[in-house]
């Protein structure tokens, strides 16, 4: 008895290595190089990116009851310059008391939610430069500006109202760039320059992780599903195999 486990064994193990042999040659070679791909349009659905990151829902809200997001989303697809967008958090929405949003225009809400861009892909680096050229217009243009800080790699944000920093990016490849503020960015030109002082002094940015690592785990992990890589197909494969060897084997165990 002891033989015949031990012979089934054998060719359990014979037979898995012969069908994974065989699978091996019978993957067909890469066919005729394929032709050199056209330059793919680095096309981002910014509302599927928002969707997926923040939680943005407020924002992503006010894009498109603005139709913003059309200005954006056209800006991302069909301009040379690329686009750059702050966008804060659900909880900046809701934390916002002093000066409320529910009193604005349609036009200063859409105003306000242009302010949260810039015409131009900037990656992370560039705010050093940006940061020596204040005020820099927002896509709402006119007096509508930000002043940008780099604190050793940190970009902090001034509109007057509200001061701010990048907490992390959630896509910066040419020509988008979407990155996580803290607080809705008010603009001036709206609330106006009587703006009342800071409750407290903002802390001064001490640490400074590369901006891609969200710096405090409390803030939420905005982790992106990491994609499982493709290997469903070899794991059926797998699992046809061992189905076989298992069957294989149990009738030989009978025979013997
Ligand atoms: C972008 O994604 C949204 C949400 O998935 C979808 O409704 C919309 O049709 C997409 N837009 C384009 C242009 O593909
Ligand atoms: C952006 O490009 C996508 C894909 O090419 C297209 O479906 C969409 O309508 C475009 N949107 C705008 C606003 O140009
Ligand atoms: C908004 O409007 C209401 C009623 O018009 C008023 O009572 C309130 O003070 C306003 N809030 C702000 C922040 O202006
Ligand atoms: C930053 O500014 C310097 C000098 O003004 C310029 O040479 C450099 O190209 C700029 N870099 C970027 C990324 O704009
Ligand atoms: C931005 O910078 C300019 C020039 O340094 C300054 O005049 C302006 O007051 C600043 N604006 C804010 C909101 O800090
Ligand atoms: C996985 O591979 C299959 C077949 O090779 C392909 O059709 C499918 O799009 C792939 N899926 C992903 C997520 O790459």
Redesign the pocket.
Known sequence: MASSMFFTIICAALLLCSSLAYAQKATPPAPTPTPAPAPAPTYVNLTDLLSVAGPFQTFLGYLESTKVIDTFQNQANNTDEGITIFVPKDAAFSSLKKPSLSNLTQDQLKSLILFHALPHYYSLADFKNLSQMDPISTFAGGQYTLNFTDVSGTVLLDSGWSRTKVSSSVHSTDPVAVYQVDKVLLPEAIFGTDIPPMPAPAPAPEISPAADTPSSVADKGSSPAT??P?S??SNINLGIFTQLVLAVSGGLALLL
């Open positions: 994609s499982a493709n469903s197909n």
